[in-house]
């Protein structure tokens, strides 16, 4: 088994398998993080594929090293283990909208790679904003391992408690970013 991703790098969502890949591995991940927080109301669950590339989000991709990993070729060399979709908001701070791994690939680094990937996009003086359901305590523990601090936790519908996580601009944002996974 597999056990390290390869490159990093741009999603185009325009490309028929890349979607079809990135929708499938967000409603498996999705479908996880349900379990994790008992809420199966999760939006994204029922995003239609049509949905998905209609957002105005900038896509990143991380290729699973190995020929054992999931399929869904991302083009940069390997199955697509996992994705991040964000946006900049008018006032230059990002939003992660969504932070997703193949859950064949749980557990090998996928998500520190990628976030360390777009915080080295992103300038240091630059919030990042992203949330997630207060129960998932493998992305809480993420978020927190990378310096967000959490902030008032939120429920937007009945059954459903979200926790916000804020990275505060500071210099060398880099150097505080994890090495290991």
Do not use: K, Q
């Not at 079809?20 to 999760?42: C, K, P, Q, S, T």
């Not at 990143?60 to 070729?73: C, E, F, Q, R």
């Amino acid at each position: 088994m597999a056990t390290t991703t390869g490159p990093v790098g741009p999603l185009d969502l325009g490309h028929d398998a890349t979607a079809a890949a990135v929708h499938r591995i967000g409603r498996a991940a999705y479908a996880v993080e349900a379990r994790l927080i008992g809420f199966d109301g999760i939006p994204a669950l029922r995003e239609s594929l049509a949905e998905l590339r209609e957002r105005p989000l900038r896509w990143l991709g991380a290729a699973g090293a190995g020929a054992d990993g999931p399929d869904g070729s991302n083009g940069s060399g390997g199955p697509l283990a996992g994705f991040l979709a964000w946006e900049r908001e008018p006032d230059g701070s990002v939003c992660v909208d969504r932070l997703c791994v193949d859950p064949a690939w749980f557990r090998r680094g996928v998500a520190s790679l990628l976030l360390r990937a777009l915080l080295a996009e992103v300038p240091a003086d630059r919030p990042v904003t992203v949330s997630t359901g207060a129960a998932n305590s493998p992305a809480v523990a993420l978020y927190e391992r990378f310096g967000f601090v959490r902030g008032a936790d939120f429920s937007p519908v009945p059954g459903l408690v979200m926790a916000s996580f804020t990275l505060v601009p500071r210099t060398g944002r880099a150097a505080a970013a994890p090495a290991g996974g």
